[in-house]
């Protein structure tokens, strides 16, 4: 009996963005993410913001002085950059390009301003994921909850959700994350279904000519 030979298919990675208004849930589904698929590439931004006491350096940003972020953005070295809260952020050009052409996926916790610069760039390598809150008030809430912010900044942080939820639309997925198993089984698929779109199956041609090579032969 003849055994057939396994083809294993190439794929490019992709670039996983997950979005929403602070406390909706992104870096939890992030996290959780990141946990469950070891495999998936975690971007880190850098920024120019305080660390916060449970944030650690390299792991969930890298805390750098604004004129170094400066410096950054004007040598092209940051595929994207934004202004939120009154902090700046920025995403790293080179490891992100590095991974995606070794068939790695890359997973982005950034605000819509970010999204929409890497649209500009990299538009088909995204899959954008928008997580909403179920209601303004559990929003509240959760910000309140995690005793991470002053009252003045939650009320900041509340007054931007109407900005950052405006842009909605841009994104090719939107979660409404009121049961959080639910939302990340949901965001699970999406990744899923994504790594299986044709075009980034850059490996298919090898098999697709073996496929008609044999059809041909025994059709002769």
Same mark, same amino acid.
């Given at each position: 009996?003849?055994? #057939?030979?396994?083809?294993?298919?190439?794929?490019?990675?992709?670039?996983?963005?997950?979005?929403?208004?602070?406390?909706?849930?992104?870096?939890?589904?992030?996290?959780?993410?990141?946990?469950?698929?070891?495999?998936?590439?975690?971007?880190?931004?850098?920024?120019?913001?305080?660390?916060?006491?449970?944030?650690?350096?390299?792991?969930?940003?890298?805390?750098?002085?604004?004129?170094?972020?400066?410096?950054?953005?004007?040598?092209?070295?940051?595929?994207?950059? #934004?202004?939120?809260?009154?902090?700046?952020?920025?995403?790293?050009?080179?490891?992100?390009?590095?991974?995606?052409?070794?068939?790695?996926?890359?997973?982005?916790?950034?605000?819509?301003?970010?999204?929409?610069?890497?649209?500009?760039?990299?538009?088909?390598?995204?899959?954008?994921?928008?997580?909403?809150?179920?209601? #303004?008030?559990?929003?509240?809430?959760?910000?309140?909850?995690?005793?991470?912010?002053?009252?003045?900044?939650?009320?900041?942080?509340?007054?931007?959700?109407?900005?950052?939820?405006?842009?909605?639309?841009?994104?090719?997925?939107?979660?409404?994350?009121?049961?959080?198993?639910?939302?990340?089984?949901?965001?699970?698929?999406?990744?899923?279904?994504?790594?299986?779109?044709?075009?980034?199956?850059?490996?298919?041609?090898?098999?697709?000519?073996?496929?008609?090579?044999?059809?041909?032969?025994?059709?002769?």
């Amino acid at each position: 009996m003849t055994v #057939a030979t396994s083809f294993p298919i190439a794929r490019r990675g992709l670039m996983l963005v997950l979005s929403s208004p602070s406390g909706a849930g992104k870096s939890t589904l992030a996290r959780l993410l990141l946990d469950k698929h070891p495999e998936i590439h975690l971007s880190v931004s850098v920024t120019t913001r305080e660390r916060r006491p449970s944030e650690v350096e390299g792991i969930h940003y890298h805390f750098i002085k604004r004129e170094r972020f400066d410096r950054l953005r004007e040598t092209g070295d940051l595929l994207e950059s #934004a202004e939120v809260h009154g902090n700046f952020y920025g995403t790293p050009r080179e490891p992100v390009e590095a991974a995606l052409s070794d068939g790695k996926d890359v997973l982005f916790d950034i605000d819509y301003q970010g999204t929409l610069q890497l649209y500009e760039k990299m538009r088909t390598d995204i899959v954008g994921v928008f997580i909403l809150p179920p209601s #303004a008030t559990e929003l509240k809430t959760r910000l309140e909850r995690r005793a991470e912010d002053a009252s003045g900044v939650i009320e900041k942080r509340l007054k931007n959700a109407r900005t950052e939820i405006a842009h909605w639309q841009h994104y090719d997925y939107v979660l409404v994350n009121q049961d959080l198993d639910t939302t990340f089984r949901s965001l699970e698929a999406v990744l899923l279904a994504e790594r299986l779109r044709r075009e980034r199956m850059i490996g298919l041609t090898p098999i697709i000519e073996r496929l008609d090579q044999e059809l041909e032969t025994l059709t002769a």
